[in-house]
């Protein structure tokens, strides 16, 4: 291990700073009221100034890992392209502002723009597909920020509906920009690991739907290369679905360097035509490419005849109806700051009831307790003819063979403790079974075997183990309802192979 890593108080890690900062901040400034996420060196926190009472998600890295993990590049990619896209140019609204960065002798910051309604991924997965007024809508606002990128000099890389989010008012943030590259300047990312280009294909577990070719295989890269997955977004909003499915990350990076997709009957004509040129295996070829700083030939594109590039008017999501959103509630006995005590307390919270979390605002729904003492198989007869018929309507429920749908969940599962992370969802029936679908393809893609022998392991509040006669399934619930899983799993396998 580097010997910087074992020196954890002397940790200096030196990085661009904001222009605007007047003073420098510290954890005290800020009150910590949720965990938003975690990543493998990160975690992200909902939080409100002290001072001025605004709102922000404060990224805090953790730098051990940093340098453990040679991560260092990734997180000065990211600042340096936050800062070039932040300023007061109208098209730097389409981005996740970074306000401020600061460090103490364990962490880094990112003081960041909080995006109070979520991932474009995330509202795809309830909405299933956009109207074709949204998707127009949505897929200029996009094509705006990649202008302005464009005049920026930054290629984003990684673009997917999961690093586009929506603000207060439902316009896009387009965020995490740690594999963007800056052109003019040497690429670090490429250079400082040989051993990138042949990684690179499994690197992009869960996302490559929206790699293109030319980043898939590790090979120069350009400005064209976000508009590849450009087309795939538009594709997916209407679609519901990628345009490149298969049963297996192998396969779809087949499909990928085939071209091999297709659309549904039903897709919009116009939209069919620029998608079309949009994902074409010759960078150069595709729609935009040889365009100057604005993508003209893509604005004048039929799919966005009577689009006002000047004005497009409010976001169509907010115009249907959505309510409100509440104002943050600091409680009377939570202080500014990050300490342990406060660490602890707020992983805590993601295990408890809503009652006991007095952060008032708009997120996704808390998953209720269960009824005190009563188990998750404590179930009647007439309650299991109710949830079965309720469960019909369940996208998943093709992939459970009749049984009842007990528990379900987006879970990371990682051959291995350092191995690279699939999203799938499991899904914990009677029966006993424990299916897991790839959401993508929305393809079976395999199942947890039960037996007298199976036993669960939590490691903390988001990593657990299964442990099978045959195999151990290391598996992370990002959320925090690690506990909660390995609950589950017991009750079921002491229900059907109860112990003396």
Known sequence: MNSCCDQ???LNLKMPQPQNEDRKKIPRDYYFLKILGEGSFSTVYLTVEAESKKEYAIKVLRKRQIIRENKMEYVNREKKSLLKLGGSDPSSRFFVHLYATFQDSEHLYFVLTYARNGELLDYLARQKTFKIEWVKYYAAELLLALEFMKVKHIIHRDLKPENILFDRKWHILITDFGSSKIVGEPDVLKKSDDTNCRRRKNSFVGTAQYVSPEVLHGEETSYSSDLWAFGCIIYQMISGQTPFRAASEYLIFQKITNLDYQFPEEFDQSAKDLVEKLINLVPEKRLGALDGTSYTSIREHEFFKNTNWDDLGPAPISSEGCDELD???????????????????????????PSSVEVVV??????????????????????????????KNDEYCKFVEGNLILK??????????????????????????LYYVDPNSMTLKGEVPFSEGMKTEAKNFKVFYIHTPN????????TGYALEWCKAIDEVVNYYFPKN
């Open 327 to 353: 104002n943050l509630v600091i409680p009377n006995n939570l202080k500014p700051g990050l300490t342990d005590e406060i660490t602890t307390q707020l992983h805590l919270n993601m295990l408890s009831s």
């Open 408 to 433: 379900k969940g987006f879970l990371e599962k990682k051959k291995g403790t350092f191995g690279f992370a699939r999203k799938r969802m499991f899904l914990l029936t009677f029966g006993p079974h």
């Open 362 to 391: 708009h997120t996704p729904p808390v998953r209720k307790k269960s009824e005190p003492n009563r188990k998750l198989t404590d179930l009647s007869e007439e309650e299991i003819g109710e949830r079965l018929e309720l469960q």
């Open 471 to 478: 195999r151990i399934y290391y598996l992370e619930d990002t």
């Open 8 to 10: 954890n108080h002397s």
